[in-house]
């Protein structure tokens, strides 16, 4: 549960590797929806691929054509779904329980601060939960906006609480962690955005957050509370919104992972 966020475009990725490998000639599959069957197999892999490289997924691809060829038979979507959940290894209940706990947080609070559009999450990547997100591109260049961006961030970390009353690791631990990410911004907010609580008007650059806030206690303080904010404010929107995020938790522990239209399906049906 590294609560990685990012535009994902791995439907396209997987697209292009099948076409590479020329398997243009792949078994095209039934549509569930109204939509283009393959575009919305497409999507399904995607999401199920979050968290995965691009030579992780031509691995994959490579190794489900050569199944594919052993058995006579052609290559199938399928067989690339089944190859990608095929190199996770098994997560005890509990854990995936906290993995959809941890990243429908993250959605909720991205969806009713109006941040951006959902690509889709998962519970199924090799190193716990991800989601997919975009931001607003239009979006004013305001303190309040990097304050619901941190609280997004900090939305995993507030819906494991409010269900669970404990914490895990997963939101911290790496440099892409939602802790990491949060912090950086915070004292960006501080330090460099003109958004200080001393010397505002002051751009003071910093390449290593660890190091600056080892040294300036007070400095520190403010990052702190900035967070502690964020995750309050967190808090507060996903109990607002508690019926909706109890439904996209059940739905994501049950399926492990959903597209961003299956995810709005849910966020937007109580509005």
Not at 142 to 147: D, L, Q, S
Not at 165 to 176: D, F, K, N
Request: glycine fraction near 8%; hydrophobic fraction near 40%; charged fraction near 30%.
């Amino acid at each position: 549960m590294t609560g990685n966020m990012k535009i994902d475009n791995s439907s396209d990725e997987i697209e292009i590797i099948l076409e590479h490998g020329n398997e243009r000639d792949i078994e095209r599959p039934e549509a569930i929806t109204g939509d283009s069957p393959v575009a919305e197999t497409l999507r399904r892999l995607a999401t199920r691929a979050m968290g995965l490289t691009g030579a992780d997924i031509e691995r994959i691809v490579r190794e489900a054509r050569l199944k594919a060829r052993r058995e006579k038979r052609r290559l199938t979507y399928a067989d690339v779904e089944a190859g990608i959940r095929g190199h996770r290894p098994p997560v005890p209940y509990d854990v995936l329980w906290r993995f959809a706990i941890h990243e429908s947080g993250h959605a909720v609070v991205h969806h009713a601060l109006r941040l951006g559009s959902i690509k889709g999450l998962t519970i199924d990547a090799k190193d716990g939960g991800h989601n997919a997100v975009t931001f607003a591109t239009n979006a004013p260049d305001t303190e309040a906006w990097y304050e619901r961006l941190l609280a997004m961030l900090m939305a995993g970390r507030a819906a494991e609480l409010i269900v669970l009353r404990t914490v895990s690791a997963g939101s911290g631990g790496a440099e892409q962690s939602d802790l990491a990410r949060a912090t950086r911004i915070a004292v960006d907010m501080e330090q460099a955005l003109g958004f200080g609580g001393r010397h505002p008007l002051l751009y003071l650059e910093h390449k290593n957050p660890t190091t600056i806030l080892s040294r300036d206690a007070e400095l520190a303080e403010r990052v702190h509370r900035r967070l502690e904010f964020a995750q309050a404010r967190a808090t507060d929107v996903i109990i607002e919104n508690r019926r909706d995020f109890d439904r996209l938790v059940r739905a994501l522990f049950d399926a492990q992972a959903l597209d961003g239209q299956a995810v709005m399906d849910i966020l937007v049906a109580a509005s």
